[in-house]
């Protein structure tokens, strides 16, 4: 019954910015933290960033320290990944996934009990 749905990505230049959103249904957003990873083309998952469910606990992985924001508005059920001064090297499909618990090695998609279907950030030269 827990699903997530991304939206927001497209394809920008360097140093563009893009909004990407994270609607849920069939659960309350605010009883979970959310995780974003991104896959490119190739290359294994990573984690991007991490807002736990009062937004008292907030990570990014070093690529995008600085970059990228994350948010959330649990009232909308949505969680928001601001991404700004993009590079080539962001260029993947990006995904959601959402954790009812969690510890600190949030990029371990084990935690997590939903994922979305993903959004494509392209991102060139």
């Known amino acids: 019954q827990l699903q997530l749905v991304e939206s927001g990505g497209g394809s920008v230049q360097r140093g563009g910015s893009l909004t990407l959103s994270c609607v849920a249904s069939?659960?309350?957003?605010?009883?979970?933290?959310i995780g974003w990873f991104r896959q490119a083309a190739g290359k294994e998952r990573e984690g991007v960033s991490f807002i736990s469910s009062m937004s008292d606990n907030i990570h990014y992985t070093e690529p995008v320290k600085g970059r990228f924001t994350i948010s959330r508005d649990n009232a909308n059920n949505t969680v928001y990944l601001q991404m700004n001064n993009l590079k080539p090297e962001d260029t993947a499909l990006y995904s959601c996934?959402?954790?009812?618990?969690?510890?600190?090695?949030?990029?371990?998609?084990?935690?997590?009990?939903?994922w979305g279907q993903g959004t494509q950030v392209t991102v060139s030269s």
């Open positions: 996934a959402a954790a009812k618990q969690y510890g600190n090695t949030w990029t371990s998609p084990f935690w997590y009990d939903a």
């Open positions: 069939g659960f309350s957003l605010g009883s979970y933290g």
